[in-house]
Nanobody, 126 residues
Framework: QVQLVESGGGLVQAGGSLRLSCAASGHTFNNYAMGWFRQAPGKEREFVAAISRGGSRTSYADSVKGRFTIFRDNAKNTVYLQMNSLKPEDTAVYYC???????????????????WGQGTQVTVSS
């Protein structure tokens, strides 16, 4: 069992930046590929970014490419999402997720993930 706890959300003006963190516990962190997803009110959950177990491979949704960066520190059992040039349409609850897969695999399908955090709210004002 893996426990995931997100932090770092908040209210920011358009054009600003936030860094989300997701701390993992309960199992060997580097056995898991990680992903960030978000869900806005009235919308379905959508993929944001994903990273492989060792961090060598990443994938991004087109809507965040060039603005968001996912990275991980396996020594700290933490995955991060650096969000720059934020837009009002980035407003959502952001979730991190974990899945056990072979090394260098990136998973973008939320249905494949086994463990989820409770989410952190990000609100971008115009």
């Amino acid at each position: 069992q893996v426990q995931l706890v997100e932090s770092g959300g908040g209210l920011v003006q358009a054009g600003g930046s936030l860094r989300l963190s997701c701390a993992a516990s309960g199992h060997t962190f580097n056995n898991y590929a990680m992903g960030w997803f978000r869900q806005a009110p009235g919308k379905e959950r959508e993929f944001v970014a994903a990273i492989s177990r060792g961090g060598s491979r990443t994938s991004y949704a087109d809507s965040v490419k060039g603005r968001f960066t996912i990275f991980r520190d396996n020594a700290k059992n933490t995955v991060y999402l650096q969000m720059n040039s934020l837009k009002p349409e980035d407003t959502a609850v952001y979730y991190c997720a974990a899945v056990s897969v072979p090394i260098r695999v990136v998973i973008t399908d939320g249905k494949r993930y086994d463990y989820w955090g409770q989410g952190t709210q990000v609100t971008v004002s115009s």
